[in-house]
């Protein structure tokens, strides 16, 4: 009897352990609905009574400072499952709070998309810098690295960022793998000689894992954004970059 009740026990830790074992699996790398899609209405912003100089912007930032006042911006990029809000901490928190919390400032391990407060919130930064995973069930930054693919960089071409009264157009630069030195603090991107470094850097990676669009000229009066996200080598970031093309107005 004694032996039966054992075996019943063990019997059952047993299941109990392969399902939390499948949730975490399906949790990690199972396909995931995207959590903030209710804040968002439409793919692109929509023309106001036909007027294509005054655009609906398809983000509720309403709804979603409410929930955190973190919230700044939203990133969408064609192709890609990258469709997201964009927090910086406030000054009462760590500048990478959001490596590891969600909207609810509760801990989670995918964490959102953010910038750090070396930047500014307005964008018109040389460089604007936004950090995310690559999770291994596709969220966050993780589809990034589509990019590697040259037809498949050759055929998406731009970066949408929102923010309350602006829809922003990033034309897609280049690609590529780059080191894991921090970009914000190892250049000084108000001296013209570090940006127009970085500059080369983007336009001419030395990276064999890299793609560049040909017939675009970035200058030093461009406003550059840097998307970067981790490869399998912790030495390495994987970066998308985009200069900004094209600022509509929206209501």
């Not at 830790?13 to 439409?42: H, M, Q």
């Not at 009574?49 to 700044?72: M, W």
């Not at 922003?168 to 991107?189: K, P």
Request: hydrophobic letters at 35%.
């Amino acid at each position: 009897m004694k032996k039966n009740i054992i075996s019943r026990i063990i019997f059952v830790f047993a299941c109990l352990s392969i399902l939390l074992c499948t949730i975490w699996l399906v949790r990690i790398y199972g396909p995931e609905k995207n959590p903030y899609s209710d804040y968002k209405t439409e793919t692109t912003a929509t023309a106001v009574d036909g007027d294509d100089s005054h655009l609906e912007n398809p983000i509720d930032f309403k709804a979603l400072k409410k929930k955190n006042s973190d919230v700044y911006a939203w990133i969408t990029i064609p192709g890609t499952d990258v469709d997201y809000p964009v927090v910086q901490a406030s000054p009462d928190k760590d500048d990478n709070f959001y490596l590891d919390h969600n909207i609810e400032q509760k801990y989670e391990f995918a964490g959102m998309i953010y910038s750090q407060r070396l930047n500014t919130k307005s964008f018109d930064d040389p460089v604007t810098v936004f950090y995310g995973h690559n999770m291994l069930n596709g969220s966050m930054f993780a589809t990034l690295h589509r990019f590697e693919d040259p037809k498949f960089f050759k055929k998406h071409d731009t970066i949408t960022v929102y923010t309350p009264g602006h829809q922003l157009t990033y034309t897609i630069v280049s690609a590529y793998i780059y080191d894991n030195r921090h970009i914000l603090n190892t250049f000084d991107f108000s001296k013209k000689k570090d940006l127009k470094e970085y500059i080369s850097s983007l336009t001419k990676p030395k990276s064999m894992v890299s793609n560049v669009r040909e017939g675009i000229k970035v200058t030093t009066k461009d406003h550059i954004l840097t998307l970067s996200t981790c490869t399998s080598v912790d030495t390495q970031r994987y970066l998308v970059q985009g200069v900004l093309t094209d600022d509509t107005i929206t209501k």
